[in-house]
C-alpha cells in the first residue's frame, strides 16, 4: 500500500459521518448532557457571561487556524446574508448560553432537563411561524413518545414525583433559553450556502464578540473566577466538546433533515445525562430506566422518519 492509502480512504469515511444526521445529532446530544454537568460544576465558581465568553472565545481561536481558509472563500456568501449570520451568532452562541449557565445557579438539574424536553414542541411552534412547517403525525407522536420516555426516566419510574417539583426564576430563565435556542435551530435552516466549518467559525467569533458589554459590566459587578485547574478544566472541555464538536454535528444535522425532524433529539440528552450518571456518578440503572430508553429511541425514530411522498 502506498503512503498516500490513508489519506484516501479518511475522506470517504469522513464524507460517511458528514451525511448520517441521526449519528451526528446523537454525538451533539451527547456533548449537550455533559456541559449539563459541567455547566452545574462551574456554577458559583466560574460566573455565567465570563464561562460563556471564554467558552466561544476558546473555541473561537482553537478552530480558526484550520478553518480561515475556507472562511475566507465563503465570505462573500457570508456577506450576502450578514444579518441572518448575526442574528444566529447572538441567539444560538452568546444568548442561549449564557441564559444556560445563568439558569443553573438558580435551579436543580431535573428542573432544566424537564424543561428541555420541551425543546421540540418549541422548534415546532418557530417552525410553523418561521417556515410555515407544520408537525407531521408521526413527528407529533414521535415527539409523545420520547417525551414519555424522558418523563419516565427523570421521575425514576414514579409520574405522581412530578407535583412535588417547584419551579423557580432559573426554570424561567432556561426556558427562555430554549425558546432562544429554538428560533435559532429554526432560523440556520435560512443560513447561506457555506461550509459547516466557515458557519461555526464565524458564530463562534461574533456570538463571542456580542457577549463583550455584558462581560464588562459582569467584571464590574461579580467576582472574577479563579484560575485553578478544575475552571480551567472545566473550559477547556466547554470549548470542545459541547462548542467546536456538538455545534459541527447539530447544525449538519439541521441542515440534512430540517429543524423538525431534529428535535426530538433534544430527548436523547437526558438520556445521554443517565448513562453519564451511571459511569460517572456510580447509579445503578433500573427497569424504568430500560423502559425510558425504549421509549425515547421509539420517540425520535417516528418523529424522524422522512414523509412518504
Not at 173 to 178: Q, T
Not at 181 to 205: A, D, E, Q, W
Not at 246 to 251: E, G, I, R, T, V
Request: aromatic share 12%; hydrophobic share 55%; glycine share 8%.
Amino acid at each position: 500500500m502506498s503512503a498516500a492509502d490513508p489519506t484516501a480512504s479518511a475522506a470517504p469515511a469522513r464524507s460517511w459521518i458528514a451525511n448520517q444526521p441521526y449519528l451526528l445529532l446523537s454525538i451533539t446530544a451527547l456533548c449537550w448532557a455533559g456541559n449539563a454537568v459541567v455547566g452545574r460544576l462551574a456554577a458559583g465558581h466560574i460566573p455565567p457571561v465570563t464561562l460563556s465568553f471564554l467558552r466561544w472565545s476558546l473555541a473561537f481561536l482553537l478552530i480558526l487556524p484550520f478553518t480561515w481558509k475556507q472562511l475566507r472563500q465563503d465570505w462573500p456568501a457570508i456577506r450576502s446574508r450578514l444579518g441572518i449570520m448575526i442574528v444566529l451568532s447572538v441567539t444560538g452562541i452568546g444568548a442561549f448560553n449564557t441564559l444556560q449557565y445563568w439558569s443553573l445557579e438558580y435551579t436543580q438539574a431535573l428542573n432544566t432537563l424537564l424543561l428541555q424536553s420541551a425543546g421540540p414542541l418549541i422548534v415546532a411552534m418557530w417552525s410553523l411561524l418561521l417556515l410555515r412547517v407544520h408537525l407531521t403525525l408521526a413527528q407529533a407522536i414521535g415527539i409523545v413518545l420520547s417525551l414519555a420516555g424522558v418523563l419516565l426516566i427523570l421521575t425514576r419510574g414514579h409520574p405522581a414525583a412530578l407535583a412535588g417539583i417547584t419551579f423557580n426564576k432559573g426554570d424561567l430563565i432556561f426556558l427562555l433559553a430554549m425558546a432562544i435556542f429554538g428560533f435559532y435551530s429554526v432560523l440556520s435552516f435560512k443560513r447561506p450556502p457555506i461550509h459547516g466549518l466557515s458557519m461555526v467559525t464565524f458564530t463562534f467569533g461574533c456570538g463571542a464578540a456580542s457577549l463583550i458589554p455584558l462581560l464588562i459590566w459582569e467584571l464590574n459587578a461579580r467576582p472574577v473566577m479563579a484560575f485553578d485547574a478544575k475552571n480551567l478544566l472545566s473550559l477547556l472541555y466547554v470549548a470542545i466538546f459541547p462548542s467546536t464538536i456538538a455545534y459541527l454535528c447539530f447544525n449538519r444535522g439541521v441542515l440534512l433533515i430540517g429543524a423538525n425532524r431534529a428535535a426530538p433529539f433534544f430527548h436523547v440528552t437526558p438520556v445521554f445525562g443517565s448513562i453519564l450518571a451511571f459511569i460517572f456518578l456510580g447509579e445503578q440503572p433500573q427497569i424504568f430506566h430500560v423502559v425510558g430508553f425504549a421509549l425515547v429511541l421509539a420517540g425520535v425514530f417516528a418523529a424522524s422518519r422522512k414523509q412518504a411522498t
